[in-house]
Structure formats: C-alpha cells, structure tokens
C-alpha cells in the first residue's frame, strides 16, 4: 500500500479492472461528497503481493468487496457495503434493509453468484 492511506479512514479494496466495479466507485464518492474523503481506494489488480503481505486472500478480496477500518479491521461482502452505505445519507435506509436477517443472505447469495459469473465470464477464474 502507500502511503497516501495512512490519514484515511477507510481503505476501499476493489477491483479496477471490472468495468461495473469502477461505475459503482465513482457513483459513491458522488454520493459521498465530502463524506467519501476519508476513503482510500485501492485497486487490487495485479497487487497480489501486497494482498498478501497485509494477510488477505488475492482470490476471496477479487470475490468479495474488502473494507478495511482505521483501527485495522477486515469487513467483507455485505458488512462492507453496508458500512459503506451507512456513511452516505441517501443509502442509509438501504444499508439498514440490506442487513435484516431474511435480506441478507439472499442478496449474499445474489452477490456472490453474479459475481462468480462476471469473473468466469472474463475468463479470471
């Protein structure tokens, strides 16, 4: 990593070499606004060493969205996203409804399956 990141409060680690991946990055630091500058976005293409070296997967962070806090913490899939959406006012209700017990493995389930299939479909996996 770099070290731009060291005064943000949370690094974004997300796929820059899928084309909805970075529709959905520059949609949220809109969203955002000022909100979203604390945020480090870092690509994982090509970086697997670095994955590594910070004790993540290459293969699970390319298959699920990965947010690392400012104390260090690890939040994936849909606990990344909600965190995320929690931080934007207009998302704030859907990260709620997206983390009821009934929602959330379903739209885990959606997530994964869709994402599984863009990967296969680019020939990444």
Same mark, same amino acid.
């Given at each position: 990593?770099?070290s =731009?990141?060291?005064?943000h409060?949370? /690094?974004?680690?997300? !796929? #820059?070499?899928c084309?909805?991946? +970075?529709?959905?990055r520059?949609?949220y630091?809109?969203?955002?606004?000022?909100?979203?500058?604390?945020?480090?976005?870092?690509?994982?293409?090509?970086?697997?060493?670095?994955?590594l070296?910070?004790?993540?997967?290459?293969? =699970?962070v390319?298959?699920?969205?990965? /947010?690392?806090t400012? !104390? #260090?913490?690890?939040?994936?899939? +849909?606990?990344?996203?909600?965190l995320l959406?929690?931080?934007?006012p207009r998302?704030?209700?859907?990260?709620?409804?997206?983390?009821?017990?009934?929602?959330?493995p379903?739209?885990?389930?959606?997530?994964?399956?869709?994402?599984?299939?863009?990967?296969?479909?680019?020939?990444?996996?």
């Open positions: 990593m770099d =731009k990141q060291s005064h409060k949370l /690094v974004v680690f997300y !796929d #820059g070499s084309e909805g991946c +970075i529709k959905d520059a949609n630091e809109r969203w955002a606004g000022d909100g979203g500058q604390d945020i480090y976005w870092f690509d994982i293409t090509d970086r697997e060493e670095v994955l070296s910070l004790g993540l997967d290459p293969g =699970k390319m298959r699920e969205l990965h /947010v690392q400012e !104390d #260090g913490k690890i939040l994936t899939e +849909i606990d990344a996203y909600i959406m929690q931080r934007v998302l704030k209700l859907l990260a709620w409804f997206i983390g009821l017990p009934i929602i959330r379903c739209l885990s389930w959606l997530y994964r399956t869709w994402v599984e299939k863009r990967l296969r479909r680019q020939g990444r996996i």
